[in-house]
């Protein structure tokens, strides 16, 4: 580039030498733009820096020319992707005062370009080329920055370790946490010096021997670049959960957080899980005792109540003339006692039965026990003018005798509770989508169905709806039902619309499942 005509030639002595001058000695790339952004100087290290052609730029080139000329080629923001070139005119346009940006050439080399408004107009563009080490190191310096930020902002401790277990980062969390003291906190700390201060004060580690270990022996755990997970309790009683990840290049990462209230609740939860197992252990011990005093009490029951049923029905047969009306409608009444006594002694033995007497679990093909059902109530299913249908049914695990019970219970009672017109049933099957392995039965019914206010009531042990002559029964089937899916490890429920009818739901397990 040839100089202004004003530069003095190198006849001139050093102390008159023209500033310009001095500018072509630089190592940065100069342009001195007027205050309407039109070019008033550059030094040839300027034109080598962008590889402008030969002649292209002049003296009073507007800066617009030289940034679309750069834009086209491929000149870019190296830190920003998503600005243009354009937008960096415009901050200068704009006189947004002194600043810094680094445009990546298309070669891949990256230069700094330095903004700085001149007095009374103008500005100077300084340029200079970032080698590839200053990049890397300016990018480690913003990304230790960065780190810094994130690990000051976290509830837990970070400790990070480089190849040689030196600390190359670390929050104040990790040290406030372990209460280690201000001299062990700052970078370049060994791994080493930590460790010993905490073997010397006494803290215990889930991940080493009762004495703690050997220093040479926790020294090459943290350098054979495993994850590890242990607990730490301090001499205060708290407790540290500690993770160590190992990082690609060598070293790790530790992380500490505070899980002294988490084991307390752990500890009280698991008393608590205790009290409560010895109290299901009283009652299932109880229950085992009732179920065999009722077992014991109703077959004790049954010989001297067949005794009094049996002389009841011969004094009617023998002396029935002599008795006169009010006789013969008082033995009626003890007849009838004995007859309704005998019922509920006999429910009462089933109903006791089903935890005591029950078979081991096999699979059960649910087909074959709706026809077992269905043969056994075909007289009652015919005097109703009633239908019985079912979707196909699967096999399930559990004991034959008391499926057949359990829908015989569910569909008798359909049957017998009906309305005015057929009774009509359904059974049907899906697979549980609440509990994996088990399958929903249902038994649906167009009968005289039940308010929402007995539905907890009907399960329970000889508890009637209806009057005693209206419908037959001592209210002991739904019990029993209960009783029966409970034993098969399942729950059973009902929905119901008084004058339209029920269904009554109950899971089983599926075949090969355990109940």
Same mark, same amino acid.
């Given at each position: 580039?040839?100089?202004?005509?004003? +530069?003095?030639?190198?006849?001139?002595?050093?102390?008159?030498?023209?500033?310009?001058?001095?500018?072509?000695?630089?190592?940065?790339?100069?342009?001195?733009?007027?205050?309407?952004?039109?070019?008033?100087?550059?030094?040839?290290?300027?034109?080598?820096? =962008?590889?402008?052609?030969?002649?292209?730029?002049?003296?009073?080139?507007?800066?617009?020319?030289?940034?679309?000329?750069?834009?086209?080629?491929?000149?870019?923001?190296?830190?920003?992707?998503?600005?243009?070139?354009?937008?960096?005119?415009?901050?200068?346009?704009?006189?947004?005062?002194?600043?810094?940006?680094?445009?990546?050439?298309?070669? $891949?080399?990256?230069?700094?370009?330095?903004?700085?408004?001149?007095?009374?107009?103008? =500005?100077?563009?300084?340029?200079? &080329?970032?080698?590839?080490?200053?990049?890397?190191?300016?990018?480690?310096?913003?990304?230790?920055?960065?780190?810094?930020?994130?690990?000051?902002?976290?509830?837990?401790?970070?400790?990070?370790?480089?190849?040689?277990?030196?600390?190359?980062?670390?929050?104040?969390?990790?040290?406030?946490?372990?209460?280690?003291? @201000?001299?062990?906190?700052?970078?370049?700390?060994?791994?080493?010096?930590?460790?010993?201060?905490? &073997?010397? &004060?006494?803290?215990?580690?889930?991940?080493?021997?009762?004495?703690?270990?050997?220093?040479?022996?926790?020294?090459?755990?943290?350098?054979?670049?495993? $994850?590890?997970?242990?607990?730490?309790?301090?001499?205060?009683?708290?407790?540290?959960?500690?993770?160590?990840?190992?990082?690609?290049?060598?070293?790790?990462?530790?992380?500490?957080?505070? +899980?002294?209230?988490?084991?307390?609740?752990?500890?009280?939860?698991?008393?608590?899980?205790?009290?409560?197992?010895?109290?299901?252990?009283?009652?299932?011990?109880?229950?085992?005792?009732?179920?065999?005093?009722?077992?014991?009490?109703?077959?004790?029951?049954?010989?001297?109540?067949?005794?009094?049923?049996?002389?009841?029905?011969?004094?009617?047969?023998?002396? $029935?003339?002599?008795?006169?009306?009010?006789?013969?409608?008082?033995?009626?009444?003890?007849?009838?006692?004995?007859?309704?006594?005998?019922?509920?002694?006999?429910?009462?033995?089933?109903?006791?039965?089903?935890?005591?007497?029950?078979?081991?679990?096999?699979?059960?093909?649910?087909?074959?026990?709706?026809?077992?059902?269905?043969?056994?109530?075909?007289?009652?299913?015919?005097?109703?003018?009633?239908?019985?249908?079912?979707?196909?049914?699967?096999?399930?695990?559990?004991?034959?005798?008391?499926?057949?019970?359990?829908?015989?219970?569910?569909?008798?009672?359909?049957?017998?509770?009906?309305?005015?017109?057929?009774?009509?049933?359904?059974?049907?099957?899906?697979?549980?989508?609440?509990?994996?392995?088990?399958?929903?039965?249902?038994?649906?019914?167009?009968?005289?169905?039940?308010?929402?206010?007995?539905?907890?009531?009907? =399960?329970?042990? =000889?508890?009637?709806?209806?009057?005693?002559? @209206?419908?037959?029964?001592?209210?002991?089937?739904?019990?029993?039902?209960?009783?029966?899916?409970?034993?098969?490890?399942?729950?059973?429920?009902?929905?119901?619309?008084?004058?339209?009818?029920?269904?009554?739901?109950?899971?089983?397990?599926?075949?090969?499942?355990?109940?």
């Amino acid at each position: 580039m040839a100089a202004p005509k004003h +530069i003095k030639t190198a006849e001139h002595v050093p102390g008159d030498l023209d500033p310009w001058v001095i500018l072509e000695a630089l190592s940065q790339g100069i342009a001195v733009f007027d205050s309407d952004a039109h070019l008033l100087h550059h030094n040839q290290r300027f034109i080598e820096l =962008f590889d402008f052609p030969e002649g292209f730029v002049n003296p009073g080139m507007p800066l617009g020319e030289i940034v679309e000329f750069n834009r086209a080629r491929g000149v870019k923001d190296h830190n920003n992707p998503y600005a243009t070139l354009g937008d960096l005119a415009g901050r200068i346009e704009r006189r947004a005062g002194a600043f810094r940006v680094e445009l990546e050439l298309p070669d $891949g080399h990256v230069l700094a370009l330095r903004h700085a408004p001149l007095p009374g107009g103008g =500005f100077v563009n300084t340029y200079t &080329r970032i080698t590839s080490r200053s990049i890397a190191e300016e990018e480690k310096r913003r990304n230790l920055e960065l780190l810094q930020d994130v690990l000051a902002n976290m509830a837990d401790g970070v400790r990070v370790f480089d190849e040689e277990l030196k600390l190359i980062a670390f929050n104040k969390r990790a040290f406030e946490m372990m209460d280690i003291p @201000k001299e062990f906190q700052r970078i370049g700390m060994s791994y080493e010096s930590l460790a010993e201060f905490t &073997r010397r &004060r006494g803290d215990y580690d889930s991940d080493a021997s009762s004495d703690l270990a050997s220093m040479e022996e926790r020294l090459a755990r943290a350098r054979e670049g495993v $994850g590890r997970s242990s607990l730490q309790q301090l001499p205060d009683g708290r407790i540290i959960q500690k993770r160590r990840n190992p990082m690609p290049g060598g070293g790790f990462v530790s992380t500490y957080s505070d +899980i002294t209230s988490l084991k307390r609740a752990e500890a009280a939860l698991a008393e608590k899980a205790g009290e409560l197992e010895a109290a299901l252990d009283d009652l299932r011990r109880s229950n085992t005792e009732l179920e065999q005093f009722a077992y014991v009490a109703s077959h004790d029951l049954q010989e001297p109540l067949r005794m009094v049923g049996s002389y009841c029905q011969l004094l009617a047969r023998r002396y $029935g003339d002599k008795l006169g009306e009010d006789g013969k409608e008082f033995v009626g009444f003890a007849v009838d006692g004995a007859e309704r006594m005998q019922k509920l002694i006999n429910d009462l033995l089933m109903y006791s039965r089903v935890g005591t007497r029950g078979k081991e679990p096999a699979p059960v093909d649910l087909e074959k026990v709706i026809a077992a059902v269905e043969q056994n109530l075909k007289i009652a299913i015919g005097e109703s003018a009633g239908t019985v249908t079912h979707d196909p049914l699967p096999t399930v695990m559990g004991d034959d005798v008391q499926m057949i019970q359990l829908l015989q219970n569910l569909i008798g009672n359909a049957l017998k509770f009906r309305r005015d017109v057929p009774p009509a049933v359904h059974v049907s099957a899906e697979e549980d989508d609440k509990t994996p392995g088990r399958w929903t039965i249902s038994v649906t019914d167009n009968g005289i169905g039940i308010e929402p206010a007995y539905f907890e009531r009907i =399960f329970l042990i =000889f508890q009637r709806l209806h009057e005693r002559g @209206k419908y037959p029964g001592t209210g002991i089937g739904l019990a029993v039902c209960k009783k029966i899916v409970e034993r098969h490890g399942g729950s059973i429920s009902v929905e119901s619309t008084p004058g339209e009818g029920t269904t009554f739901s109950f899971t089983l397990p599926k075949q090969g499942a355990q109940s």
